[in-house]
């Protein structure tokens, strides 16, 4: 199971952290990953992170957010500074890929319930 936190509404520049707490697993999942879909679209990649700590971005979001985890206590976090009002949208983190496929969605099979990130000018 995996349960996102940290979702608000903030101001344009505003900084945000979000929280994904991962239960359930017997060990730390190789890859997981948040992704969000804002209103009236896709679903789409934000960063993708491995046990070891490598990371990828999106190409929207590089340089703006830092996604990070601690192992040890089962947790994903995403930093997001510089937000911007097309950040809105609803936040998911993302666990057990198929294969290594860090940003698809289409590739992973545990998700959150997601939480809920709004940005105002």
């Known amino acids: 199971q995996l349960v996102e936190s940290g979702g608000d509404s903030v101001r344009s520049g505003g900084s945000l952290r979000l929280s994904c707490i991962a239960s359930g697993f017997t060990r730390p999942r190789y890859l997981m990953a948040w992704f969000r879909q804002g209103p009236g679209k896709e679903r789409e990649a934000v960063a993708a992170?491995?046990?070891?700590?490598?990371?990828e971005y999106s190409h929207l979001v590089q340089g703006r957010f830092t996604i990070s985890r601690d192992n040890a206590k089962n947790t994903m976090y995403l930093q997001m500074n510089d937000l911007k009002p097309e950040d809105t949208a609803m936040y998911y983190c993302a666990a057990e890929s198929r294969g290594d496929y860090w940003l698809a969605p289409w590739a992973y099979q545990i998700w959150g319930q997601g939480t809920r990130v709004t940005v105002s000018v």
């Open positions: 992170i491995d046990n070891d700590g490598k990371a």
